[in-house]
């Protein structure tokens, strides 16, 4: 591709001036670069989004980034395109896999339960509400702010 013929498309035949405004490119260089046929990826790039060109396309057009890439969304638009079914799918895909490696998941709810029970309120440590009918509120005797 030519850089000119590019430059044209991706502009729509804007005017050096305009270029550089938009792009943020001295008018010097640009005018240096169109000159040459010869742009810095990085120059292409700020034409590129200045003008509304998508700049993966960008990279693409001039071989810094294989085509293949323009298909695979970042994370979370790859979330936000999935469907409800997809999301579910893969949240039970992991999960098995924890299961398959020995984590946590892999322990019973009945056996959860069962831990829960035996524990007293020694287990949950000093600052676990006790079991007592009342508390001391401020102005109490045996109130305090503190250990």
């Known amino acids: 591709m ?5 430059i ?14 938009k792009a943020g490119i001295s008018l010097r260089t640009l005018q240096h670069q169109l000159s040459t046929g010869r742009m810095s990826l990085e120059n292409k790039v700020r034409i590129a989004t200045a003008f509304s060109h998508h700049p993966l396309r960008t990279l693409v ?3 810094a980034v294989d085509a293949a890439w323009e298909s695979v969304p970042d994370i979370e638009a ?7 079914e997809q999301l579910t799918d893969e949240v039970l895909r992991r ?37 007592s009918p009342v508390e001391p509120e401020p102005g109490d005797d045996d109130y ?3 250990p």
């Open 2 to 6: 030519e850089l000119n013929d590019w």
């Open 8 to 21: 044209q498309n991706v502009t729509a035949e804007a005017s050096a001036q305009e270029i550089s405004s």
């Open 61 to 63: 057009e001039w071989g």
């Open 78 to 84: 790859a979330l936000r395109l999935a469907t409800d």
């Open 95 to 131: 999960m098995k896999r924890g299961l398959a490696s020995g984590s946590p998941l892999d322990t019973s709810v009945d056996d959860l339960m069962e831990r829960r029970s035996q524990r007293s309120a020694a287990d949950l440590g000093e600052y676990a509400a006790d079991s």
């Open 144 to 146: 305090h702010d503190g």
